[in-house]
């Protein structure tokens, strides 16, 4: 167990539709990241968060949106939602956000598009 | 920026036999080094990291990696696997430059048979 919680595991719903992600992260840690994992894409970083502000962002599309709130969880939105958003959203955290931490995944909520 | 490449998509190998999973990064700058295991339908979990000092690096269950500089490497290795090693390995690297993202490889799928 990594200590990161993310709910929920499955989420089925239609093209057009907006659903929203959220973790928490392990106890003590202040930085949340969120990560894509799609067949075709393979594992890729959205964004990360540091005590509330936005630290990085990666190849996160203008439809996805996240924030982190003052109690450290998390929550990624997506609206829109198309067919290739089908995918494993991962949330990880680590403690500081410095680059040699290493970052505790949880176990993914699966999106599928119908 | 940089990139990470696992050389092998699937690596089967028999119960008890040595095993080694190869990873190499690209980067203009100095990186830390992860390897990531992710079992059916789980997260991924930390194997083992590289930050600096000695290059081999012990992780859990019975693996170890080497950083090779020169060759831009960090294969993982373990000399007698069991049947439940069998998972999707990632490896991937940090930038000491650009925050905590981490860039990842496509992931080694590693098949022990009995």
């Known amino acids: 167990d990594s200590g990161v919680t993310q709910t929920p595991k499955h989420l089925i719903t239609?093209?057009?539709?907006?659903?929203?992600?959220?973790?928490?992260?392990?106890?003590?840690?202040?930085?949340?990241?969120?990560?894509?994992?799609?067949?075709?894409?393979?594992?890729?970083f959205l964004i990360q968060y540091y005590n509330g502000e936005e630290r990085a962002k990666g190849n996160i599309l203008e439809r996805?949106?996240?924030?982190?709130?003052?109690?450290?969880?998390?929550?990624?939105?997506?609206?829109?939602?198309?067919?290739?958003?089908?995918?494993?959203?991962?949330?990880?955290?680590?403690?500081?956000?410095?680059?040699?931490?290493?970052?505790?995944?949880?176990?993914?909520?699966?999106?599928?598009?119908? | 920026a940089q990139s990470v490449t696992q050389l092998d998509s699937q690596v089967p190998v028999f119960e008890e036999a040595p095993v080694e999973l190869r990873c190499n990064y690209s980067s203009s700058v100095s990186v830390y080094l992860f390897w990531y295991v992710q079992y059916p339908n789980q997260g991924l979990q930390l194997l083992l990291k590289y930050l600096s000092g000695s290059t081999l690096v012990k992780g859990i269950n019975g693996f170890e990696a080497e950083f090779n500089k020169s060759q831009t490497s960090f294969h993982l290795r373990k000399p007698s696997?069991?049947?439940?090693?069998?998972?999707?390995?990632?490896?991937?690297?940090?930038?000491?430059?650009?925050?905590?993202?981490?860039?990842?490889?496509?992931?080694?799928?590693?098949?022990?048979?009995?």
């Open chain 1, 14 to 44: 239609a093209t057009g539709q907006r659903v929203t992600l959220r973790c928490s992260p392990r106890s003590g840690d202040l930085s949340v990241y969120w990560y894509q994992q799609s067949l075709d894409q393979g594992l890729q």
């Open chain 1, 64 to 114: 996805f949106s996240a924030q982190q709130f003052p109690d450290l969880h998390s929550e990624l939105n997506l609206s829109s939602l198309e067919l290739g958003d089908s995918a494993l959203y991962f949330c990880a955290s680590s403690a500081t956000g410095q680059s040699n931490q290493p970052q505790h995944f949880g176990d993914g909520t699966r999106l599928s598009i119908l």
């Open chain 2, 81 to 114: 696997v069991h049947i439940s090693d069998t998972a999707e390995y990632f490896c991937a690297v940090s930038d000491h430059n650009a925050g905590n993202m981490l860039t990842f490889g496509g992931g080694t799928r590693l098949m022990v048979k009995p």
